[in-house]
């Protein structure tokens, strides 16, 4: 009677096939988590935290002041007479757990606001996302 099992050099070859399997997928996927992270934030910036600034602005006549920021979004500023919140569940993070920038009027936007993340750097550089950026 004989047993089936694997021999050395069967597992030794199915070892080194999904080395070489990970060594083609690895580097395709580096860098894709920090693309993704600004995929987040733009999403973020264009729509999830915009509709709920456009909402604020529907119920109030204006988006909330610099000061009052998106904070406003969350409980009621004493500006306010309609607020109909809050607009938001939780306070707004970036993708890296930094809060969102918000300036109203804005510097770019001049008729209602600016709203960005300093990205990954946590400072104002060229990998910022801002809703004034042109895909």
């Known amino acids: 009677m004989r047993k089936k099992a694997f021999t050395l050099v069967e597992l030794m070859l199915v070892v080194i096939i999904i080395g070489i399997l990970v060594a083609m997928v690895v580097p395709r996927m580096a860098g894709r988590s920090e693309q993704a992270r600004e995929g987040v934030a733009k999403a973020d910036v264009d729509l999830n935290i915009a509709t709920a600034l456009k909402l604020y602005e529907l119920d109030n006549g204006a988006f909330p002041t610099t000061d009052e920021g998106l904070n406003a979004l969350l409980s009621a500023p004493s500006s306010t007479t309609n607020w109909r919140g809050p607009y938001l569940e939780k306070k707004p993070l970036d993708p890296w757990g930094r809060p969102y920038q918000y300036k109203s009027p804005g510097t770019h936007r001049t008729h209602d ?23």
């Open 113 to 135: 606001y600016d709203l960005f993340s300093f990205g990954r750097d946590g400072v104002e550089s060229s990998d910022d996302v801002g809703n004034w950026e042109q895909e």
